[in-house]
């Protein structure tokens, strides 16, 4: 067994989304260690324990300590509380951070994940503009997975299936409910499952560049990631319209985890991470303050019934009203 204060530090990477929940643990090499890619289903809290205790099986603790941990994605605040984190990022940033230390020269990053996409437009490895999709979720993960039930097909089969299309079929993709319509249609006026799965990957394309990349000058070198780059349908759409090869990280699926991770072992600050997060008990209550005209929402977290962190105040009112929910029996 290797002596405490031998052990080889290493860093914790977390990024949670509404779809999914990523984790990475990367050495000062930013060699991958140990990785895992689960579904949040609206559980933020319950997937990171899940996540924890998955990344915990392959890890040798015996050689290894983290001493950093950074979160990332929506609910990265949250998360962050959770784990103690030393860095909470926002997903542009963590994004950026993770793809330029791996590809140095990329110019432009796209990103489609379960229900958000985004841009990232790069200049001397350093992120300059970007932009995220609102409301539609037309090319996002969600829809294509939306689709492949109504056709029968796995999603994880859809970009095979796409490449045996010698003529896509037109998809109207400019939103969800469009699209589900017009698919309808060519179903019932007979084509083929190819030819709709093409038309599809190619409307995911098309959707993602008229919206969330309008206006933006799109540079090669381009790295595609997120779940939907593992999807060779659109990253062929893609390199069909935008003319140019496509990069898809194998580990792109990860890379918002990967930048917290880096972002960490870049920070100053230390806090050796503890696996037994798996086993506490974690609440969140959200708290009215009422001590000012604001009524500030304010959400406090707990662990194991006593509070650790509460934010949504706006003025220092509202902490006398977090002070008073020291206890998760305070919480009203």
Not at 72 to 100: C, D, M, P, Q, Y
Not at 143 to 170: C, D, K, N, W
Not at 174 to 197: M, N, P, W, Y
Request: hydrophobic share 40%.
């Amino acid at each position: 067994m290797t002596p405490e204060n031998q052990k080889e530090y290493v860093y914790l990477g977390v990024d949670v989304g509404s779809i999914s929940t990523k984790g990475v643990i990367i050495d000062k090499n930013n060699n991958i260690l140990s990785s895992s890619y689960i579904w949040t289903e609206g559980n933020p809290i319950g997937a990171v324990k899940k996540l924890v205790k998955l990344l915990e099986e392959p890890f040798d603790r015996d050689r290894y300590q983290i001493v950093a941990t950074g979160t990332t994605g929506s609910a990265r605040k949250l998360v962050g509380t959770i784990l103690g984190a030393a860095v909470v990022k926002n997903e542009i940033t963590a994004h950026a951070v993770g793809t330029t230390t791996f590809h140095p020269d990329v110019r432009t990053i796209l990103e489609i994940g379960g229900q958000d996409s985004k841009i990232i437009l790069i200049e001397n490895g350093i992120a300059i503009d970007y932009a995220m999709n609102t409301l539609c979720a037309a090319g996002t993960g969600a829809f294509l997975s939306s689709q492949s039930r109504r056709l029968g097909i796995p999603v994880e089969e859809m970009g095979e299936i796409a490449l045996q299309s010698q003529h896509p079929t037109q998809i109207a993709a400019r939103c969800t409910v469009f699209a589900e319509s017009d698919l309808v249609h060519k179903i019932q006026v007979g084509h083929t499952k190819e030819d709709i799965v093409a038309g599809l990957c190619q409307a995911v394309a098309g959707n993602y560049l008229n919206n969330v990349g309008k206006g933006k000058r799109i540079q090669s070198p381009v790295v595609f990631q997120g779940g939907v780059s593992k999807n060779i349908g659109v990253v062929k759409a893609f390199e069909r319209q935008l003319g140019c090869p496509i990069i898809v990280d194998e580990n792109g699926h990860l890379m918002g985890a990967i930048g917290a991770a880096i972002l960490a072992r870049r920070n100053v600050k230390r806090a050796v991470f503890d696996f037994s997060v798996e086993d506490m008990e974690f609440v969140t209550r959200e708290v009215t303050c009422g001590r000012c005209p604001n009524n500030c929402e304010i959400i406090c977290v707990y662990r194991d019934g006593r509070l650790i962190d509460g934010w949504g105040n706006r003025c220092e009112r509202g902490e006398l009203s977090i002070k008073a929910s020291e206890r998760l029996d305070d919480a009203r």
